[in-house]
T-cell receptor, first 112, second 112 residues
């Protein structure tokens, strides 16, 4: 069991570039989410999914898109990167609403 | 607006000390509260609390929830340098949503 995996671990982008952060889990969890973590801000929810084909916005969705075509994968797309998107991004999954979340190792993104 | 507040923001202690970390919340239709430990990477799960007054314990760590006063505490006894981390508190949002509201965390440093 790999748990929750994320790629890449590190990424540097220039302003205006787009990219996709990958997230996959092998625990057959229906519920997945993306967070960003900034100093002094805790974890803030970007988007989440309650099953394949179903996604919704979190607290800070602007500038990000998601899709969920399979139970395993939940990619996060940055449409046009901005310096304000410099952050550490975590993907998480859980068995049900309200149960403990399992987190991936994170992606550290820098936008110049 | 739902919020979770952790205190103190940071704490420095010596090995062997006992620490108490606080988490207070104002969340509509509270369901449960979770504690995570975050070292250099992904948060790892410590406790999930749903019932008031029942202590959860794991080794030197313990936690309790007070649903009347809307707070939880995390106690660590006989601290070790390996306890140095950020401790995150999260409250599960209303049923029908998949939202975990995180506090900003308490950064604990244990000196040898």
């Amino acid at each position: 069991n790999a748990g929750v995996t994320q790629t890449p671990k590190f990424q540097v982008l220039k302003t205006g570039q787009s990219m996709t952060l990958q997230c996959a889990q092998d625990m057959n969890h229906e519920y997945m989410s993306w967070y960003r973590q900034d100093p002094g801000m805790g974890l803030r929810l970007i988007h989440y999914s309650v099953g394949a084909g179903i996604t919704d916005q979190g607290e800070v969705p602007n500038g990000y898109n998601v899709s969920r075509s399979t139970t395993e994968d939940f990619p996060l797309r940055l449409l046009s990167a901005a310096p304000s998107q410099t952050s550490v991004y975590f993907c998480a999954s859980s068995y049900s609403q309200g149960s403990r979340q399992f987190f991936g190792p994170g992606t550290r993104l820098t936008v110049l | 607006e739902d919020k979770v507040v952790q205190s103190p923001l940071s704490l420095v202690v010596h090995e062997g000390d006992t620490v108490t970390l606080n988490c207070s919340y104002e969340v509509t239709n509270f369901r449960s509260l979770l504690w995570y430990k975050q070292e250099k990477k992904a948060p790892t799960f410590l406790f999930m609390l749903t019932s008031s007054g029942i202590e959860k314990k794991s080794g030197r760590l313990s936690s309790i929830l007070d649903k009347k006063e809307l707070f939880s505490i995390l106690n660590i006894t006989a601290t070790q340098t390996g306890d140095s981390a950020i401790y995150l508190c999260a409250v599960v949002g209303p049923s029908g949503t998949y939202k975990y509201i995180f506090g900003t965390g308490t950064r604990l440093k244990v000196l040898a």
